[in-house]
T-cell receptor, first 113, second 114 residues
């Protein structure tokens, strides 16, 4: 899977929007952009994913640059429960028929009350 | 909402003992995975399983590890002879096939080897 680059940490005030950036300049045309998060002492949790178009779901929005070399996860109103490590992961087709996730260090989001 | 379950939540074992970690993936999923996370470190891929066989494994997944789907619902990870360095959180996950599908993770089993 192609490499992604994320800031180590970010802070946000509660109830304000958060924009978490991810750079993936070596993304291939068939790579999906996935976001997961891991709350303290829990397993990873799926947040959102997309291929080319921006995506919205009940948890977040994903804005994908036109050249697909970067993306931004948007939490519209941060809550204390959103404090977690957020991972941006690319997933492409695998000849081995396996679609495992390769986790980096992610961005640790702190939410200030 | 469907979820992946794992048992036990915490397992303590002595070095050299065998342990089996159990997972029940989401029922209509076809791909199953094990990951581990040593305290304070990244989540690491161990193995993926599809169609009753391993589809890919990492360097961590050596001969002391094995996986099995003994029936239509359970997916197990066996560690034959545990070492101190096997102490970690072990997460099971499942997904539908293809890179455009999300993976669902279980809550994890904390393995402590003494």
């Amino acid at each position: 899977d192609a490499k992604t680059t994320q800031p180590n940490s970010m802070e946000s005030n509660e109830e304000e929007p958060v924009h978490l950036p991810c750079n993936h300049s070596t993304i291939s045309g068939t790579d999906y952009i996935h976001w997961y998060r891991q709350l303290p002492s829990q397993g990873p949790e799926y947040v959102i994913h997309g291929l080319t178009s921006n995506v919205n779901n009940r948890m977040a929005s994903l804005a994908i640059a036109e050249d697909r070399k970067s993306s931004t996860l948007i939490l519209h109103r941060a809550t204390l429960r959103d404090a977690a490590v957020y991972y941006c992961i690319l997933r492409g087709y695998s000849g081995a028929g396996s679609y495992q996730l390769t986790f980096g260090k992610g961005t640790k989001l702190s939410v200030i009350p | 909402e469907p979820e992946v379950t794992q048992t036990p939540s915490h397992q303590v074992t002595q070095m050299g003992q065998e342990v089996i970690l159990r997972c029940v993936p989401i029922s209509n999923h076809l791909y199953f995975y094990w990951y581990r996370q040593i305290l304070g470190q990244k989540v690491e891929f161990l193995v993926s399983f599809y169609n009753n066989e391993i589809s890919e494994k990492s360097e961590i997944f050596d001969d002391q590890f094995s996986v099995e789907r003994p029936d239509g619902s359970n997916f197990t990870l066996k560690i034959r002879s545990t070492k101190l360095e096997d102490s970690a959180m072990y997460f099971c996950a499942s997904s539908e096939p293809g890179p455009g599908y999300e993976q669902y993770f279980g809550p994890g089993t904390r393995l402590t080897v003494t």
